[in-house]
């Protein structure tokens, strides 16, 4: 069970005393566990089943199911190109190829309060942990891109919340309000106005978001929030800072949200232009992942040992029925 910690009078806990049994813990429960105050538990981002067992088998705890990823592993652009079936049904394939707890990037929520609502739900169902929606307007673009990033109403944000939080069935399923206030050069007050309005419309954690190259701005955050609900960052722009400093200012969660497919996209670039200009494979081969890696990954030689057992079993006792059928 998570610890409940505490900074001056405001208790800061993802946890629900009411929920599944410690047993069996949902998706959820355990994603909850990993956020707690200062915990800085690190979210590797991941695109795929390949990518989210690669950082499962790796260590991390917990995993990112980031949009802007998935959208470029399937050849599209992080503007709600990609349907919501579609990451869904990738989303399903990590929850299959790892057991960590996978936190789901739900973009703006696709449309209004019912489309994130189903997103929430059918998320749920695919065994997510839990999933992040932003107060943006749909289609969203991606924070790093442009200047154009236009905010959602608080009511018509809070309405959405409020929805996704009423349709999943769990109640330890997470729910991440994330707040585009500071990429759309919004004030620091309305940040922090618009954080407490999610907490309040059952949010139970805040992704904060800043594109400065520095931690000041995520800093500034911290030392006003006043610890309502645990925090979470994705460092993409201001990487230079350490954990040590992330941990001290309480955050909950910190996302390394794409670094991963950007490693792919470096290898495969590459590879495509080394085997064009070599005319073969020989140049990159001692570069690559072997195969014996990756069937040892997969496990391969279990599915073995199974087809022994499971391709041919007579059940007990069949030889007497067959002798009184036939
Ligand atoms: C994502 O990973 O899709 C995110 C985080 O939303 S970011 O791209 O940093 O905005
Ligand atoms: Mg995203």
Redesign the pocket.
């Known amino acids: 069970m998570a610890s409940i910690l505490t900074r001056g009078k405001v208790e800061v806990s993802l946890n629900n005393s009411d929920s599944k049994s410690e047993a069996d813990p949902s998706p959820g429960a355990r994603l909850r566990g990993l956020l707690s105050y200062g915990a800085s538990t690190q979210l590797m ?1 991941v695109h795929d089943g390949m990518s989210a067992r690669i950082a499962s088998a790796e260590g991390f705890a917990a995993l ?1 199911a ?6 470029t592993a399937l050849g599209v652009r ?1 503007s709600d190109e990609a349907t919501w079936n579609q990451l869904i049904s990738l989303v399903g394939s990590m929850t299959q190829a790892t057991s960590q707890p996978i936190l789901v ?1 739900g ?1 703006a929520g696709y449309g209004n309060f019912n489309t994130a609502r189903l997103f929430a739900r059918a998320a749920e169902r695919v065994d997510a942990a839990g999933v ?1 929606i ?1 107060d943006k307007v749909f289609p969203k673009m ?3 891109f442009g200047n154009g990033h236009q905010l959602a109403p608080v009511g018509q944000f809070c309405g959405k919340l409020l929805a996704c939080r009423e349709g999943v069935a769990d109640a330890d399923f997470v729910l991440v309000a ?1 707040t585009e206030t500071l ?1 759309a050069g919004g004030p620091m007050t309305e940040a922090l106005d618009r954080a407490a309005a999610y907490a309040a419309a059952g949010a139970d954690a805040i992704f904060i ?1 800043s ?1 400065k190259q520095d931690v000041s701005e995520i800093a500034e955050f911290c030392r006003q929030w006043g610890n309502l609900r645990p925090i979470i960052i ?1 460092p ?1 722009t201001y990487h230079r800072t350490d954990m040590t400093t992330f941990r001290e200012l309480g955050i909950a969660g910190v ?1 390394w ?2 670094q991963s497919m950007r490693a792919a996209y470096t290898a495969i670039r590459d590879t495509c232009r080394t085997v064009l200009a070599q005319e073969g494979v020989s140049g990159i081969e001692d570069q690559i992942a072997p195969l014996k890696e990756i069937f040892s990954l997969y496990e391969y030689e279990g599915l073995e040992q199974e087809e022994e057992k499971y391709s041919d079993w007579d059940p007990p006792g069949i030889s007497e029925r067959k002798a009184v059928v036939w």
């Open positions: 981002g990112w980031s949009g802007l990823c998935m959208s992080d990037d973009d992040c932003e991606n924070s790093f994330r990429i978001h594109r994705a993409t996302m949200a794409n």
